[in-house]
T-cell receptor, first 115, second 113 residues
Framework: KAGVTQTPRYLIKTRGQQVTLSCSPISGHRSVSWYQQTPGQGLQFLFEYFSETQRNKGNFPGRFSGRQFSNSRSEMNVSTLELGDSALYLC??????????????FGPGTRLTVL | DQQVKQNSPSLSVQEGRISILNCDYTNSMFDYFLWYKKYPAEGPTFLISISSIKDKNEDGRFTVFLNKSAKHLSLHIVPSQPGDSAVYFCAASSQGGSEKLVFGKGTKLTVNP
């Protein structure tokens, strides 16, 4: 069974630009969560999508948005990039989401560098 | 306000000895706790979990202990192996409110041969 895949793996952007990251969950998984990992803050929850609906949201500004498609694939968008957005962005999928206490399976992440 | 804290950024142990990684939380609504292991350039991988109705869960060399009154959990690895060298994240969630995972900042474990 293929794991969670994320594309691209590495990305370099400049301030003010926007970026879209993609995540394909494990086949059959309906919940996709996004996390930002930085050295200073650790892993921070961005949002969770389940059946194409955003079900949970973390404490990030509106520049961070996402969506989920009918095949459960998810995209995350960051507009008006800032230097502080440089981070590893991780996507995780689970069968029904944490509501059922299913474990989350993480992808390898997308390393975003903002110059 | 950090709800899940891993106060030791790093830990070094000898192969064959016990590794003890600690985690404290402040939110009394948390009722499910997980440990993840992360190697460089990879996403975190699930290791072991524990529900608040238990105080211990064991899986092979890994045991998680939960002390609800102290709001403290620990991960014991016995015996430690060089392949266990990684960053370990403690995470927590609550069923009643948002189901998002709240992570600690991680502890880097180094197991020396």
């Amino acid at each position: 069974k293929a794991g969670v895949t994320q594309t691209p793996r590495y990305l370099i952007k400049t301030r003010g630009q926007q970026v879209t990251l993609s995540c394909s969950p494990i086949s059959g998984h309906r919940s996709v969560s996004w996390y930002q990992q930085t050295p200073g803050q650790g892993l921070q929850f961005l949002f969770e999508y389940f059946s194409e609906t955003q079900r949970n949201k973390g404490n990030f500004p509106g520049r961070f948005s996402g969506r989920q498609f009918s095949n459960s694939r998810s995209e995350m968008n960051v507009s008006t990039l800032e230097l502080g957005d440089s981070a590893l962005y991780l996507c995780a999928s689970s069968l029904e989401g944490l509501r059922q206490y299913n474990e989350q399976f993480f992808g390898p992440g997308t390393r975003l560098t903002v110059l | 306000d950090q709800q899940v804290k891993q106060n030791s950024p790093s830990l070094s142990v000898q192969e064959g000895r016990i590794s003890i990684l600690n985690c404290d939380y402040t939110n009394s609504m948390f009722d499910y706790f997980l440990w993840y292991k992360k190697y460089p350039a990879e996403g975190p991988t699930f290791l072991i979990s524990i529900s608040s109705i238990k105080d211990k869960n064991e899986d092979g060399r890994f045991t998680v202990f939960l002390n609800k009154s102290a709001k403290h959990l620990s991960l014991h690895i016995v015996p430690s192996q060089p392949g266990d060298s990684a960053v370990y994240f403690c995470a927590a969630s609550s069923q009643g409110g948002s189901e998002k995972l709240v992570f600690g900042k991680g502890t880097k474990l180094t197991v020396n041969p």
